[in-house]
């Protein structure tokens, strides 16, 4: 947008984005991935920009995203210590410094955070990056090998990034993150574990009931025989239930 001040202002945004596989850098208009994990196929972006004037006017356009089904075991993931914004925004140089320390073509795959939610892309302290190397004859560089030449080019790799970020950079390497399990795997296990909370619980009380049980019959026991005992030793102790009283009459009628 050749206007100045506000008017020339651009926000960029995605339209509609029902699905929220992608999403777009606001300030620079740089569209990456929030989770295409299984997807595969075509997806069609509708995106706007926007410049911030008193009338503001806009413009749209549609971007055509492809996303393969295969996989490879040969990503690499580079752990910068910088904000996902700021190296979103510089991601063409670390593109450059990679190639240039490995000698090969690099491919970016993804560039994520591993802070989920959106309004942490401003507070996330380190940045993942996810590459595949490519010889000169087109053909996958195998992780290890890329792995063990950025391990050897590391220096030089901070070197030159300190040169493009505003902050000193450090950077590491990683596995590529493993597959998170299903949401049915992950019901199934929470259904399990409350199955068994309920079981054990019922068995408690089943236990607990039970030995309530026995010592109320055996209490109740104790107490007759007490009561038998104290009848036969003395007599007199069983004129609550009448027996004394046959006693007089009996006697009674013997005089």
Known sequence: DPDSGDNGVLLYSLVNNQ???????ENTGQIFTVSVAGKAGTFYLE???????TKRLTAQTTVMVTVDSSSSDNIVVVVLNQNINVVEKHIAEVKRVLENALAWRVFIIDVYSNE????????????????????EANQEVSG??????????????????????????TATIEEAPADTASPELIATII???????????????????EKRKRKHQQHYLVEKQVGVIEGIDNPCAAASNGTLKSLETLEHMNN
């Open 19 to 25: 699905g929220n596989e992608f999403d777009i850098n």
């Open 47 to 53: 995106v706007q920009a926007a410049d911030q004037g």
């Open 116 to 135: 989920f939610e959106r309004k942490a892309r401003s507070s996330a302290e380190t940045t993942n990056i996810k590459i595949l190397a490519f010889d």
């Open 144 to 169: 290890e090998d890329v792995k063990r030449k950025l391990r050897g080019e590391m220096n030089n790799i901070e070197i030159e990034l300190d040169e493009t970020f505003p902050t000193f950079v």
């Open 191 to 209: 259904l399990s574990v409350l199955l068994a909370c309920t079981l054990i619980a019922f068995l408690v009380y089943v236990v607990v009931t």
